[in-house]
């Protein structure tokens, strides 16, 4: 059994802050789950482009507002608090941060490790050691 608490998360390698928002990495391919689970913060009025490539990821927004763009169709969705959305198809899409910061519960598999961060083409690589 894993049991972990936000509050030990924050400030150590398992928190990740970009600027334009701060994933803080409960589960990482390390626990061996199968997938990665976060908690983000997604910062009010940032805008980040970002395309998972080699991941699959689902989001489920627990509290404040923004949007996604899905930059193949052009669609923007709202997001607040009891959306969900699945990049399932490695959609290329714009995150939107609204009036106030989003918080998000976010799953990703492959897992990953903890040490991801966006290159200049929004992808995380696909890291195999922990």
Do not use: Q
Not at 57 to 65: D, L, S
Not at 76 to 99: A, F, Q, W
């Amino acid at each position: 059994m894993i049991v972990k608490k936000l509050e030990d998360l924050v400030g150590t390698a398992a928190s990740v802050d970009n600027g334009n928002w701060v994933s803080r990495r409960f589960l990482a391919r390390k626990d061996g789950c199968g997938f990665s689970m976060h908690d983000t913060i997604i910062r009010a009025g940032t805008e980040t482009y970002i395309h998972y490539a080699n991941h699959l990821e689902a989001v489920y927004c627990v509290a404040g507002n923004g949007e996604i763009e899905d930059l193949e169709s052009g669609i923007v969705h709202p997001i607040k608090d009891g959306t969900l959305y699945c990049l399932n198809g490695h959609e290329r899409h714009k995150l939107r941060g609204g009036s106030e910061d989003m918080r998000m519960v976010c799953v990703f598999t492959p897992p990953l490790t903890g040490r991801e961060v966006h290159d200049e083409n929004g992808v995380y690589p696909l890291l195999t050691d922990d």
